[in-house]
């Protein structure tokens, strides 16, 4: 039996934050920044994943990647899910930065995560999940932005949407 790819993102993801606690300076080069990105640093957009805004913001993510992740992952297949993140991941992070002023810095990899959101809107019926619980789970994870300041919702927004996306393009029939 393979090795998880869910498991391996959620050890890699938290080193890294380790990582940035131990040099600092790579939490700033890794995060999503407008103005970096506007002046070729693309690799921002994928980074951003990387980095973490505090130990809680670093556990949510990672336990949310690891409940929905695991289950897409043995549903789809590492290749389809892998399609599925990448793609939640670019469409996050370009809705963040074409929305958001450029001198504004995003951190986490929500958007990514947003996507297992909108893979799980796709599919969840199929693989057998509470559709109720599903909705009402993305419906509280779209209205914290509001309620706690400094949340990048258009990254949520646009990670979700960017599931759904590639989700339909690669659902098994």
């Given at each position: 039996m393979s090795q998880s790819l869910?498991?391996?993102?959620?050890?890699f993801?938290?080193?890294?934050?380790i990582l940035t606690l131990l040099q600092p300076n790579?939490?700033?080069e890794f995060a999503l920044y407008g103005v970096a990105i506007e002046n070729g640093q693309w690799y921002r957009l994928l980074t951003v994943a990387l980095v973490h805004g505090g130990w809680l913001h670093l556990l949510f993510n990672m336990l949310a990647l690891f409940s929905l992740g695991t289950a897409i992952e043995n549903y789809l297949g590492r290749n389809k899910y892998i399609f599925i993140l990448i793609t939640s991941l670019l469409f996050g992070s370009l809705t963040s930065f074409l929305f958001n002023p450029l001198t504004s810095i995003a951190v986490g990899s929500s958007g990514m995560i947003f996507g297992l959101f909108?893979?799980?809107l796709v599919m969840g019926k199929r693989m057998g999940a509470n559709l109720k619980e599903g909705f009402g789970l993305i419906a509280l994870n779209l209205a914290i932005p509001f309620v706690i300041p400094g949340i990048d919702w258009k990254a949520h927004l646009g990670g979700?949407?960017?599931?759904?996306?590639?989700?339909?393009?690669v659902k098994r029939k």
């Open positions: 869910t498991r391996n993102l959620v050890f993801i938290s080193g890294c934050f790579l939490e700033y909108g893979a799980l979700l949407v960017g599931g759904v996306v590639a989700t339909v393009m």
